[in-house]
């Protein structure tokens, strides 16, 4: 299965700033999914990445407040813009394979 | 919407004993199911899959079960061992939509 390295693993902000997680996989793949796993419940996908094209996000996500690029096939952004409180949540991109769903270990981040 | 649950949000198991885990499915057209375990600070590792025309698979010290006519799915898990402790997620991909729909979430804890 692929191998996902996600950065930064944690980081703490201040509202009102951005911050861009990035996502490295070792292998090409078609499409990459970005999820939101507030603290104490399940994982939500945000949106879908894929190469060359607009991401589509799902329904409550929208592009200017999670912009997201996807320069090539093994290598996505997720930024979350202008962060309140209400974005501390771990942050995690995953791949989908033949073999499988894979998933990085996540960007924790807590917005003060 | 369509939706992925889970039965309970907490399971004490005796290290030793076996460790059944269920989930509720409500989408008919489902045809993937995947059991992830998430361990603290990590991202969801697989353990698990099952496509709608199977009713039983097997692993190490797991099995995944689907009744497709309640629509259920469960994981058992063997002889439960400490490291066995963490949050299980069931998950469903539906039809020609690609995308993971996650369950809520069981904590599993083991006791010594």
């Known amino acids: 299965s692929a191998v996902i390295s996600q950065k930064p693993s944690r980081d703490i902000c201040q509202r009102g700033t951005s911050l861009t997680i990035q996502c490295q996989v070792d292998?090409?793949?078609?499409?990459m999914f970005w999820y939101r796993q507030q603290p104490g419940q399940s994982l939500t996908l945000i949106a879908t990445?894929?190469?060359?094209?607009?991401?589509?996000?799902e329904s409550g996500f929208v592009i200017d407040k999670f912009p997201i690029s996807r320069p090539n096939l093994t290598f996505s952004t997720l930024t979350v813009s202008n962060m309140s409180p209400e974005d501390s949540s771990i942050y995690l991109c995953?791949?989908?394979?033949?073999?499988?769903?894979?998933f990085g270990s996540g960007t924790r981040l807590t917005v003060v | 919407g369509e939706s992925v649950g889970l039965h309970l949000p907490t399971l004490s198991v005796q290290e030793g004993d076996n460790s059944i885990i269920n989930c509720a499915y409500s989408?008919?057209?489902?045809?993937?199911f995947i059991w992830y375990k998430q361990e603290s600070g990590k991202g969801p590792q697989f353990i698990i899959d099952?496509?709608?025309?199977?009713d039983k698979r097997q692993g190490q010290r797991v099995t995944v079960l689907l009744n497709k006519t309640v629509k259920h799915l469960s994981l058992q898990i063997a002889a439960t061992q400490p490291g066995d402790s963490a949050v299980y997620f069931c998950?469903?991909?539906?039809?020609?939509?690609?995308?993971?729909?996650f369950g809520k979430g069981i904590t599993l804890s083991v006791r010594p």
């Open positions: 990445a894929n190469q060359g094209s607009e991401a589509t996000y």
């Open positions: 995953s791949v989908g394979l033949i073999d499988g769903y894979t």
């Open positions: 099952i496509r709608s025309n199977m």
């Open positions: 998950a469903e991909i539906g039809g020609a939509n690609s995308k993971l729909t």
């Open positions: 989408n008919s057209a489902s045809d993937y």
């Open positions: 292998s090409q793949v078609t499409m």
